[in-house]
């Protein structure tokens, strides 16, 4: 037992440092060399822990091999288009201005179902409404409506917008986030100053954030 529990923590380490190299990606948008590094990556870890009599290095030399070859493959794909195509593929054109483009839906086997599904999804009607349906390389669906379906956003109706950008959480839980402090160039010594306005101590704070235009959100922990 004392055995599988080294071997399992030591493998996890290493996957987990192996995959932070490797780069950081949603499940959802691997591409497929890297779908099938990390399904190979989890079956080779996987025999060495549950099994005793292959040596450590018969598991460790497969990972690193593994993971150099992914990293290898990414660097040439963002150098080479070629290679990048040829790895990842390009993106396909389901529905070509309105119409759907039967010979790519059977190469792609998407149905029919499936395209009114993303139409829906989106927020939108019908078919009628969209100009392109792309499936990308990363395996999702993209939808673009008409112009004359697409949302209309202030610059249509000429008005001026302060761009707020993202609300920093520079307060958890009542804990300061000084990673995020750092980010966005601002000090402990600010946060208290602000919760000292509000006559909140740092302890009875839920979250605070703060955007690009300094406008400050306090929520308070319930009692």
């Known amino acids: 037992m ?20 490797m780069g ?16 190979i990556l989890s079956e080779v870890a996987a025999l060495p ?7 450590v290095s018969h598991g460790l030399i497969p990972l690193i091999t593994l993971a150099s070859l992914e990293v290898i493959t990414s660097y040439l794909s963002s150098k080479c288009v070629r290679f990048r ?17 039967r010979k790519n839906m059977d190469k792609t086997r998407i149905t029919l179902d499936e395209i009114f599904a993303e139409i829906r999804a989106y927020g939108y009607c019908g078919l009628e409404e969209i100009q392109y349906i792309i499936l990308e390389q990363s395996g999702k669906i993209s939808v673009v409506p008409k112009d004359e379906y697409n949302r209309v956003c202030p610059q249509d109706m000429q008005l001026k917008v302060t761009e707020k950008g993202v609300a920093f959480p520079v307060v958890v ?15 402990k010594g600010w946060v208290l100053n602000e919760l ?8 009875e704070v839920l979250f605070m954030t703060v955007d690009d235009t300094n406008s400050v959100k306090v929520v308070k922990k319930q009692e």
């Open 2 to 21: 004392t055995t599988i529990f080294i071997r399992t923590l030591l493998f996890y380490i290493i996957l987990s440092l192996m995959l932070k190299l």
């Open 24 to 39: 950081k990606r949603q499940i959802g948008q691997l591409q497929m060399t890297e779908f099938v590094t990390a399904v």
């Open 49 to 55: 822990i549950t099994n005793d009599a292959i040596p």
């Open 85 to 101: 195509r040829l790895m990842d593929g390009s993106p396909i054109i389901l529905v070509d201005k309105g119409a759907i483009v």
């Open 173 to 187: 839980d009542g804990k300061i986030n000084t990673p995020v402090l750092k980010d966005i160039k601002k000090t």
């Open 196 to 203: 000292r306005k509000q006559k909140i101590d740092v302890e």
